[in-house]
């Protein structure tokens, strides 16, 4: 398994250091990071593949997983500005395993402003280390990045619950260096904070910043033009806070919920209740006082990766 902290510490260790917990877990501690940082991705993966590192800044950067020294479940890890040259202002926020680089597959991105693009895979194939992976405008900031085949539906979730689809194929692809078009029409205090393609038997799957989770069919969001508002897609409160994370995925695998003190539970999604869009959900995790979820990640296994 490899964590990756919002920091940028990197760690590989054994998938069982972390025990399922039924809904409404208190979560075991994943690693002793300073009070500031918190767990931001985990996947499983093997030592032989590819990891491609984006930064926040638009950057990609690369290394084996075998470069990524082992450790145990409450170890730190190691700094990635160690492992792959990351500059002083930039941090990780998303990462690719990758096997090959694929003719025929995509890279796309969305940004923190709405913005997406799609770039073909193998223009990422390089040595070089910081290499451009999207031209960002000012105050604007990479989110996430996804592996694609160009034919899916794109999924955006913004901070404030809204939830807009649209057909990858209204995405043209673009070059490293271009800045992409409109996914996402955001309200000035909103972002995006999760990018997913909608995949058949599939649910949107989301976490509050107060531990309320829900799974909501795919079924409830329409498919839209790009570029619009979007509909609610989590009912937010103050009891249930802003959305701390979100993704498309089964009811047959499991996620974690992180929190910002480092806690990390591991919750089968089928534990979490199935409901519509337009609902609170129920407590998936407890939170304490001053304690807040910061994020949720699917468990990606190879079977899941085909």
Do not use: C
Request: hydrophobic share 40%.
């Amino acid at each position: 398994m490899i964590t990756v902290s919002r920091a940028g510490y990197v760690k590989r260790q054994p998938l069982d250091a972390f025990r399922r917990q039924g809904r409404g877990g208190k979560g075991v501690i994943g690693a002793n990071l300073k009070e500031e940082d918190v767990i931001k991705h985990v996947f499983t993966t093997t030592t032989h593949h590819w990891l491609l590192f984006f930064t926040n800044r638009g950057k990609v950067y690369r290394a084996k997983v075998h470069e990524i020294p082992e450790s145990g479940r409450t170890a730190r890890g190691t700094y990635a500005a160690n492992l792959i040259g990351l500059a002083g202002d930039e941090r990780v926020n998303a990462v690719i395993d990758l096997k090959e680089y694929q003719e025929g597959r995509y890279l796309l991105f969305a940004t923190k402003r709405g913005m997406v693009k799609k770039t073909p895979l193998p223009e990422y194939d390089s040595p070089r280390s910081g290499l451009a992976a999207i031209n960002l405008r000012e105050g604007d900031e990479l989110v996430d990045v996804l592996l694609t085949d160009g034919k899916d539906d794109v999924i955006l979730v913004s901070r404030k619950g809204q939830v807009i689809r649209f057909r990858e194929a209204l995405v043209r692809p673009m070059g490293r260096q271009a800045a992409g078009v409109i996914g996402m029409r955001l309200a000035e205090d909103d972002e995006v904070i999760a990018l997913g393609v909608a995949s058949a038997g599939e649910e949107l799957i989301s976490v509050t910043q107060h531990g309320y989770g829900k799974r909501s069919p795919l079924s409830d969001y329409p498919v839209k033009g790009r570029g619009g508002k979007g509909v609610i897609g989590h009912t937010l409160t103050r009891k249930t806070g802003l959305l701390a994370g979100a993704f498309v995925g089964s009811k047959d695998q499991d996620l974690f919920t992180i929190s910002s003190s480092g806690k990390v539970v591991r919750v089968p999604a089928a534990d979490i209740r199935r409901v519509g869009r337009a609902s609170q959900g129920v407590r998936t995790m407890r939170v304490e006082e001053g304690e807040t979820v910061v994020a949720i990640a699917p468990v990606i296994t190879q079977a899941d990766e085909g």
